[in-house]
C-alpha cells in the first residue's frame, strides 16, 4: 500500500499532537490528564517531583514519591524536586498561595517548599503553555 506525502504529513502531526498532549495531571506533554481530578483517589505523598523537557521533549509532569501522577492531593506542605532538563523550557506551578518556577535558560534540579490549601492547581511550561500544562486538586 502506498501513501501520499500528504497522509504521512497529517498522519504525523496527528500522532505529534496526541504524544504532546497530557493533562493534570497534566496537558499538552504531560502525563497528568484526564478527567475530574476530584474524583480521583485522595494522594498523601511524602514529597512530590516536577519534571519537565528531558532530551528537550515537549513533556511536563508532577508525580508522587511512587511516581503516579498527581490529580488529587491532601492538602498539606510538600518538598516538591523539579527536573529542569531543558534550555528552552520551564516549570511554573501556581494556586493559591503558590507561584514558583525554573527559568527557561536554566537546568538541573530546583527544590521547593509548597503549601497547597484547597483548590486547584496549575503547573506549565510558559513558552509552551498551550502544549505543556496541567492541573491537579487539593482538598
Do not use: W
Not at 493533562?23 to 514529597?47: E, M, V
Amino acid at each position: 500500500m502506498r501513501l501520499s506525502a500528504t497522509a504521512l504529513i497529517v498522519g504525523s502531526l496527528a500522532l505529534g499532537a496526541t504524544a504532546c498532549n497530557g493533562s493534570s495531571s497534566g496537558s499538552g506533554g504531560s502525563a497528568n490528564s484526564g478527567g475530574p481530578a476530584a474524583n480521583a483517589p485522595l494522594q498523601h505523598p511524602k514529597s512530590l517531583v516536577g519534571e519537565v523537557g528531558k532530551n528537550d521533549a515537549f513533556v511536563i509532569q508532577l508525580l508522587d514519591d511512587t511516581g503516579a501522577p498527581v490529580r488529587h492531593l491532601a492538602a498539606g506542605t510538600y518538598q516538591l524536586l523539579v527536573h529542569d532538563d531543558s534550555g528552552i523550557h520551564d516549570f511554573h506551578i501556581q494556586g493559591a498561595g503558590v507561584n514558583d518556577l525554573t527559568s527557561v535558560p536554566g537546568t538541573g534540579l530546583k527544590s521547593f517548599t509548597e503549601t497547597f490549601m484547597p483548590g486547584t492547581y496549575t503547573f506549565v511550561c510558559d513558552p509552551h503553555a498551550s502544549q505543556m500544562h496541567g492541573e491537579f486538586v487539593v482538598s
